[in-house]
């Protein structure tokens, strides 16, 4: 079946025919999106037999590429047992315990099924432990669709300039003295530390440092977002590569392995707040599911400092995009910020090279890119370019 008649068939039944906003291409001029058939290390192919180097990787989950082998293992041996319990299981410790062992300021952590629900409730975790409500968050940032964190938000919601409602004091990104003047009586301030959602924007020296002294200086709580950066930029996340320590941490994509899971952790004092051990309620059916553990735990066992040097070298090789526009990369996130983004998407997407089909959306790195993929990404913005 062709992709025209796919979609045909989800516009039908799904609203705007996908299931997540960020997955249509109109904003890079394409009538419709790639619908997915399978994937292999570097490689997705799509319904129509058509294979594309991958850059996008799910929007970041796959740090060892497609189908890697020992986590679909992993998965096929948890789905035999059984695949949801709604009791607690053995994998949901060890998980729990090696991301403690990983995240240098979580001492406890609680599992989720998706981002948005891990930022939602870190967001009423931080309220009630402060008895504050307002927040501070930056414009361009991303946390989720919950209602709080949809205004000015980056993503989706900037490539498709929806203005909604929304919570927060909302300053720029990397703006210390902006953060300073609305900062006072907030229950937290919630930050990507290195931003993806605009295009990969790191912090500025000294941003992350300021706003832990801010906070520190206030009562207010700093939350790092790191679903993004969580196991991608180093094991620790931003945390660990920044030195710089939030008092609460949202994960997602890389720790569930590329399955639904994702989590929130932070200093015991303040995660046993979390119903049943505090007051503060938070639940799912599907939280600590056994197939996403057995995933996520494939996938973190296997994070050794190896893979980051291997990650950083082929960031380093990467690199050479700088030629052609404005680079950001901070370990294996990157962004090229050039003038005509649709286009060069979908020169590159002609080539059989699939990035983010928008300048939004981070390229993301995974050990599965070799040499040849780098260098045919290179070649083929530089041929963009000329
Ligand atoms: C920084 C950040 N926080 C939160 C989320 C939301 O995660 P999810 O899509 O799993 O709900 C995302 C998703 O891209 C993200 O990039």
């Known amino acids: 079946m ?10 039908q039944v799904i609203p705007g025919g996908v299931n997540s906003p960020v ?17 292999e290390g570097a490689y997705l192919e799509d319904a129509e037999g058509r294979r594309y180097v991958d850059w996008v990787l799910s929007w970041g989950p796959l740090i060892f590429g ?48 998706s981002g948005t629900e891990a930022a939602m409730t870190a967001l009423r975790l931080a309220r009630a432990a402060t008895g504050r409500e307002p927040f501070v968050r930056f414009a361009g940032g ?30 720029p990104y990397n703006d210390l003295e902006a953060v300073e003047r609305v900062i006072e009586g907030a ?48 094991r620790g996340g931003a945390q660990e590569r920044f030195g710089v320590l939030p008092d609460l941490t949202v994960l997602g994509k890389i ?32 939280s600590g599911n056994p197939l996403a553990t057995a995933a996520g735990l494939s996938v973190l066992r296997r994070l050794t400092p190896e893979v980051y040097e291997e990650l950083e070298r082929k960031g380093r090789r990467l690199d050479a995009l700088a030629a052609y526009g404005r680079f950001e990369r901070v370990g294996a996130m990157a962004s090229l910020f050039v003038d005509d983004y649709p286009a060069l998407f979908r020169h590159l997407l002609e080539r059989g090279i699939y990035v983010a ?18 260098d045919a990404l290179i070649a083929a913005v530089e041929e963009f370019s000329a």
């Open 23 to 39: 997955r249509a291409m109109k904003a890079v001029g394409l009538e419709e999106p790639i619908f997915a058939a399978r994937g």
């Open 187 to 234: 229950a937290c301030v919630f930050v990507e530390p290195v931003a993806g959602n605009m295009g990969v924007v790191p912090p500025a020296d000294g941003f992350l440092e300021g706003l832990r002294r801010l906070c520190d200086e206030t009562g207010t709580l700093l939350v790092f977002d790191e679903v993004i950066t969580g196991f991608r930029i180093a």
């Open 255 to 286: 720790v569930g392995g590329g399955l639904p899971l994702a989590a929130f952790g932070g200093r015991a004092e303040l995660m046993e707040r979390l119903a049943p051990a505090g007051d503060v309620y938070q639940a799912g059916t599907l």
């Open 142 to 171: 991303y946390h989720g669709h919950a209602d709080p964190f949809l205004s000015e938000a980056g993503s989706g919601v900037k490539t498709l300039g929806i203005e909604a409602g929304g919570e927060g004091r909302v300053v």
């Open 66 to 113: 497609h189908a890697d082998p020992e986590t679909v293992e992993a998965v096929v041996a948890a789905a035999r047992e059984g695949t949801t319990f709604g009791t607690p299981t053995e994998r949901e410790v060890e998980l729990a315990e090696e991301i403690v062992a990983a995240v240098p300021s979580v001492e406890m952590v609680r599992l989720v099924s």
């Open 2 to 11: 062709t992709a025209s008649e796919l979609y045909r068939r989800a516009l």
């Open 357 to 374: 089909p928008s300048q939004n959306e981070a390229m993301f790195l995974s050990t599965a890119h070799g040499e040849v993929e780098i």
